[in-house]
C-alpha cells in the first residue's frame, strides 16, 4: 500500500482487519493534508476492538511485557482488551491533564499530528509503581509522525520501566521510521490535489 495518496474529495477510505471491513471517514488535519480517522471506530466498535486485540496480542505476546502502558484517551479500550487477552491485571493510562488528585508526577510534552497544540502525558506515582522494573508494551491505536510513542517512551524510561514492544493496529503516512514498531496494517496520507 502506499503510504501517500492523492485526495479526490472522497468520504472514507475502507479498513479491514482480521477479515472485518470497516469504513473511516476521511479528514483534512492542516492544509491540503486528510487522514481517515479511527476516532468513531476504535472508540466504540466493540467487535472491531476484540479483532484488532486479538491480533495485536497474538504479535506482542513473544514480547513477554508485564503491562501495557497507552496514552489517554483513545487507545484506552484496545489497551483494557489487549492487557486481558495477555493476562495482565493493570494496565497503564498516560494521562493528558492534570488532576488536583496528582501529587506526584512524570510530565513529558507531545504533539501530534491530529492536534494543533502541544499537548503532554502524565504518569503519577501510581503509574510508575506498576512501571519500574517491568517489561513494558507501549500500544496505541495509531503511529503516524511517532511523536506519541516517542513521549511515551521517554515517560516509560523515565519510570523505571523497560520497553519491550512498540504497538498499533495501523502505521500511517511515511514518517514513523522504526522497524520495530509491531502493527497489523497501513493507513495513507492523502494530500490535496489541485483540482
Known amino acids: ?13 475502507e479498513v479491514e482487519v482480521e477479515g472485518l471491513k470497516r469504513r473511516l471517514p476521511i479528514v483534512e488535519v492542516s492544509p ?5 480517522s479511527d476516532a468513531e471506530l476504535i472508540l466504540g466498535d466493540v467487535e472491531f476492538i476484540e479483532k484488532a486485540a486479538k491480533a495485536l496480542s497474538n ?6 511485557s508485564s503491562v501495557v ?19 495482565h491485571k493493570k494496565f497503564v493510562v498516560a494521562r493528558k491533564s492534570l488532576k488536583a488528585y496528582m501529587k506526584n508526577y512524570l510530565v513529558e510534552p507531545v504533539s501530534s499530528i491530529t492536534t494543533t497544540e502541544e499537548q503532554k502525558l502524565i504518569l503519577t506515582d501510581d503509574d510508575i509503581a506498576l512501571i519500574k522494573g517491568k517489561r513494558v ?19 516509560v524510561q523515565r519510570a523505571g520501566g523497560e520497553i519491550v514492544c512498540k504497538a498499533a493496529i495501523w502505521k500511517e503516512g511515511p514518517w514513523y521510521k522504526d522497524k520495530a514498531l509491531v502493527f497489523l496494517s497501513k493507513l495513507p496520507i492523502f494530500i490535496g490535489s489541485e483540482t
Not at 1 to 13: A, C, D, F, H
Not at 59 to 64: A, E, N, Q
Not at 69 to 87: D, F, W
Open 1 to 13: 500500500m502506499e503510504e501517500t495518496l492523492v485526495y479526490r474529495g472522497q468520504s472514507y477510505y
Open 32 to 36: 491540503r493534508t486528510f487522514i481517515a
Open 59 to 64: 504479535k506482542i505476546k513473544k514480547f513477554s
Open 69 to 87: 502502558v497507552t496514552p489517554e484517551a483513545k487507545a484506552i479500550a484496545l489497551a483494557y482488551e489487549v492487557s486481558r487477552n495477555l493476562g
Open 137 to 155: 508494551c507501549i500500544l496505541d491505536d495509531v503511529v503516524s509522525t511517532g511523536g506519541t510513542i516517542k513521549a511515551l517512551e521517554k515517560l
